[in-house]
């Protein structure tokens, strides 16, 4: 059901798909999505999950420059290895670590900027177009992971979905997705097999 005040279909579903919450990494991760059963959707070979992705997370469209699709899977791939190490509690491994930093790899300038609350120093590159957009995804990841929060990035206990999201709970106790009811499945699975026995 839509209301009047809701977005136009497409970008509801792109919400409703659980893209969108807490950062464009975790957006880019899992736009390689595997259902409960394991089959495979990649996003990024569907043209109208890019634009969606951008305007999520409020990156201009560069409009001369088609989507780096290869490019952006080459991130993918490094980003999901990353948070499948820190999950496991080990270092980014050496090749990983080498893809983010040549996607950081931008000249730019430190600037500095009035916001509300206070002055912000930021990193400004020169380039504008997908080289930003893809290094400010590397950087999302860092961000979220800096201060000692990498325990908060999890992956779906169900092997068949591997979602990666960003556990919130104080406890850091998360386990599952919830855009795909994982825990559920998981639960009905092991009542049906207790009442077998
Ligand atoms: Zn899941």
Request: include cysteine; hydrophobic fraction near 35%.
């Amino acid at each position: 059901m839509q209301d009047k005040s809701s977005p136009r279909k497409s970008e509801y579903n792109f919400l409703a798909h659980g893209h969108g919450k807490t950062a464009p990494w975790i957006d880019l991760v899992n736009s390689q999505e595997w259902d409960t059963f394991g089959r495979l959707t990649d996003h990024l070979n569907n043209p109208a999950w890019v634009p969606y992705f951008l305007r999520q997370w409020h990156f201009a469209s560069p409009s001369r420059e088609p989507a780096p699709i290869a490019r952006l899977k080459t991130l993918r791939a490094a980003l999901r290895k990353g948070s499948e190490a820190l999950f496991r509690g080990k270092p980014i491994p050496p090749p990983e670590l080498r893809v983010l930093n040549d996607v950081l790899n931008l000249r730019g300038k430190q600037q500095l900027f009035q916001r509300q609350n206070g002055l912000r120093i930021e990193f400004v590159p020169d380039k504008s177009g997908w080289r930003r957009i893809q290094a400010a995804v590397a950087r999302s990841f860092v961000e979220t992971i800096a201060d000692g929060q990498s325990a908060r990035v999890k992956i779906c206990r169900n092997d068949d979905c591997r979602w990666v999201f960003y556990d919130q709970t104080k406890g850091k106790t998360r386990c599952w997705c919830s855009s795909k009811s994982c825990g559920n499945r998981e639960r009905v699975r092991r009542a049906r097999a207790r009442d077998h026995h």
